[in-house]
C-alpha cells in the first residue's frame, strides 16, 4: 500500500528558504508511471497546486510560485523535496505531497490518488 | 491561471441528491477529460472521488457520480448522509501541464 509522509520544520522566517521532504512507501519513485506533487492549503482556503516531478527529474510548477520553488528527487531514500525560498506570512498553509496518476501507465498523469496527511508550516518571525 | 468556480456552499437534507458545478476555461476543464473531484474533511487530507470527469475509484460508493459539459464539470452525491459533509474540491489539468484547483464547496447536510 502506497503511503507518503511529509516532513520538515513547522516554523521559518520569513525571507528564508522553506524545505520539506515527503518518504514514499510501498511504491518506487522511479517508476515511470506517476508524477510527485506538491499542494499546499492555507488554513480554511483551499488547495493550490505548487508543482511536481517525474522520473526523469522534469518538473512543471505553479506560474504564480515558479521563481520560488524547487522540487527535486533523492532515489537513494525513495523520497522528494520541496524548496521555497523567500518566504512570506502568505506562504503559511499545510503542505500536502501526493501522487499523480493516470488511466494509462503511458500518461498523462492527472489526479491525485494518493495523499501524505500533511504538515502545517508557519512562516514567523 | 485562474482558479476554477465552484459555489462556495450547499446544503440539503439526507436521502436528497446535490449537485457542484466547477467551471473553467478553454484551457483546463473545456481542453481534456482530465476533470478530478476531492472530498476533504475536517483536519484531513483530501480524499480523490472522481477522476478524468466520471470514473470512481474502485471501492467508492456509487451515490457519487461525475459528468461534464463544455468548460463546465458536476459533481452529484444522491442520497445525502451526514458523513457526505464535508469540502468538495475540483481540479483540472491544463494545456499548460499544469494543474488548477477549483476554490471548494463546504457540503452541509441538513
Known amino acids: 500500500q502506497v503511503q507518503l509522509q511529509e516532513s520538515g520544520p513547522g516554523l521559518v522566517k520569513p525571507s528564508q528558504t522553506l524545505s520539506l521532504t515527503c518518504a514514499v512507501s510501498?511504491?518506487?519513485?522511479?517508476?515511470?508511471?506517476?508524477?510527485w506533487t506538491w499542494v499546499r492549503q492555507p488554513a480554511g482556503k483551499g488547495l493550490e497546486w505548487i508543482g511536481r516531478?517525474?522520473?526523469?527529474?522534469?518538473?512543471s510548477y505553479n506560474p504564480s510560485l515558479k521563481s520560488r520553488v524547487t522540487i527535486s528527487l533523492d532515489r537513494s531514500k525513495n523520497q522528494f523535496s520541496l524548496k521555497m525560498t523567500s518566504v512570506t506570512a502568505a506562504d503559511t498553509a499545510v503542505y500536502y505531497c501526493?501522487?499523480?496518476?493516470?488511466?494509462?501507465?503511458?500518461?498523462?498523469?492527472?489526479?491525485?490518488?494518493?495523499w501524505g496527511q500533511g504538515t502545517l508550516v508557519t512562516v514567523s518571525s | 491561471q485562474s482558479a476554477l468556480t465552484q459555489p462556495a456552499s450547499v446544503s440539503e437534507s439526507p436521502g436528497q441528491s446535490i449537485t457542484v458545478s466547477c467551471t473553467g476555461t478553454?484551457?483546463?476543464?473545456?481542453?481534456?477529460?482530465?476533470v478530478s473531484w476531492y472530498q476533504q474533511l475536517p483536519g484531513k487530507a483530501p480524499k480523490l472521488i472522481i477522476y478524468?470527469?466520471?470514473k470512481r475509484p474502485s471501492g467508492l460508493s456509487n451515490r457519487f457520480s461525475g459528468s461534464k459539459s463544455g468548460t463546465t464539470a458536476s459533481l452529484t452525491i444522491s442520497g445525502l448522509q451526514a458523513e457526505d459533509e464535508a469540502d468538495y474540491y475540483c481540479t483540472s489539468y491544463t494545456t499548460s501541464n499544469t494543474w488548477v484547483f477549483g476554490g471548494g464547496t463546504k457540503l452541509t447536510v441538513l
Open positions: 478524468d470527469v466520471n
Open positions: 478553454s484551457s483546463d476543464v473545456g481542453a481534456f477529460d482530465y
Open positions: 510501498g511504491e518506487s519513485i522511479n517508476r515511470d508511471t506517476y508524477y
Open positions: 501526493a501522487r499523480a496518476s493516470g488511466l494509462d501507465t503511458g500518461g498523462p498523469f492527472v489526479y491525485f490518488d494518493h
Open positions: 516531478i517525474y522520473t526523469s527529474e522534469s518538473t
